[in-house]
């Protein structure tokens, strides 16, 4: 079992700036693919960004390339979504992922979820 436990979360300006954390325990954290997602309002999930087990590889959604970025610490157990230039559209409950598999990440079907932080984007 892999515990995710999200942090970071709050209400901000558009063109402000949160980072996110996702803390994980249980299981070898470098051995997992980690991804965030958010879900808004009405919505259904869905992917923001991916990080391979080294942090060598990211992938993200066109919806927030160039302004968000995904990063790890192995040593902390600990993956980060670093949200710049922040919207009103990216308002959303952002959940981190965990899967030993790329593809179930970035496909959102994940073995592990957090609990979600909420991020409020005012305009």
């Known amino acids: 079992q892999v515990q995710l436990v999200e942090s970071g979360g709050g209400l901000v300006q558009a063109g402000g700036s949160l980072r996110l954390s996702c803390a994980a325990s249980?299981?070898?954290?470098?051995?997992?693919?980690m991804g965030w997602f958010r879900q808004a309002p009405g919505k259904e999930r869905e992917f923001v960004a991916a990080?391979?087990?080294?942090?060598?590889?990211?992938y993200y959604a066109d919806s927030v390339k160039g302004r968000f970025t995904i990063s790890r610490d192995n040593a902390k157990n600990t993956v980060y979504l670093q949200m710049n230039s922040l919207k009103p559209e990216d308002t959303a409950v952002y959940y981190c992922?965990?899967?030993?598999?790329?593809?179930?990440?970035?496909?959102?079907?994940?073995?592990?979820w957090g609990q979600g932080t909420q991020v409020t984007v005012s305009s």
């Open positions: 992922a965990a899967d030993q598999r790329w593809t179930r990440v970035v496909a959102g079907t994940a073995d592990y």
């Open positions: 249980g299981r070898t954290f470098s051995f997992y693919v």
């Open positions: 990080i391979s087990v080294s942090g060598g590889s990211t």
